[in-house]
């Protein structure tokens, strides 16, 4: 079984995080070596970098390490470190998705109400004639249909480094924006479908009306804008923890 840690930062307690989770947290620059961890299974506190030792080539502080290696540490032992096996076309390791979304079933109540509204229709209408109940029926499975399709065509993405749209079914579109480059975050929300938290979440880079992504008629609208905000406050606190490190180097 992985060996899991608590992270200390800024007097909070963050985790418990696996070996792997750890790792791609020194990978993105989210947790530090000079940060603490406590290993839950001896509840020993010792630096991250005492425990995962940092392979690279030298580079600063302030930028992003290369590699970061895990290896078993026992207490009172050194890290050990091993060089990464070389392979033939290294593959991106997948990134954390912190939000994946469509947009939400309320938005199509008005196609919900004429499904059923046709399949009462052709309920009654059978009494007269089988074919009116079998295209009433037939109608309300194509609008159903429909509903499943459009709204699978759109999908939401937040992960530590962008928010995303991705539209479309065979052919796919995407825009995307960088998590800290993004200056404004407006939610709309309008009719009945706002008082169920149904909006649209905004996000520009720039000030001014231009919109580079939209989360169009996203549930939790609100909580989604919050989302983003907490990990824009992370990527600064960590922007502002890797200068500081830079500076007393």
Not at 144 to 166: A, K, N, W
Not at 174 to 198: C, F, H, Q, Y
Not at 215 to 230: D, M, S
């Amino acid at each position: 079984m992985s060996r899991q840690f608590y992270i200390l930062r800024h007097g909070k307690k963050e985790g418990p995080l696996t070996e792997e989770e750890v790792l791609d947290s020194l990978d993105l620059g989210d947790v530090l070596p000079d940060d603490d961890c406590i290993d839950i299974k001896t509840g020993r506190t010792r630096r991250v970098g005492d425990v995962f030792q940092i392979v690279g080539s030298g580079s600063p502080p302030t930028q992003r390490p290369a590699t970061a290696i895990s290896s078993p540490v026992s207490p009172g032992e050194p890290p050990l470190s091993r060089q990464p096996k070389p392979t033939p076309k290294a593959q991106p390791k997948p990134r954390k998705l912190l939000y994946f979304g469509h947009p939400s079933l309320l938005t199509y109540w008005r196609s919900f109400a004429l499904g059923i509204a046709v399949a009462l229709g052709g309920y009654y209408g059978s009494s007269y004639t089988g074919y009116l109940g079998l295209a009433g029926w037939l109608s309300a499975s194509l609008i159903l249909i429909y509903i499943l399709i459009h709204r699978s065509s759109r999908d939401y993405f937040v992960s530590p480094l962008r928010v995303e749209v991705v539209d479309g079914i065979f052919s796919k579109n995407s825009k995307e924006v960088r998590i800290e480059d993004i200056r404004a975050i407006n939610v709309k929300t309008r009719g009945v479908t706002g008082l169920l938290g149904v909006g649209t979440v905004e996000f520009a880079s720039a000030g001014g009306e231009a919109i580079d992504v939209a989360f169009v008629n996203v549930g939790r609208a609100h909580k989604v804008k919050q989302l983003v905000r907490r990990v824009q406050d992370k990527t600064q606190q960590n922007h502002q923890g890797a200068a500081e490190s830079g500076l007393s180097a």
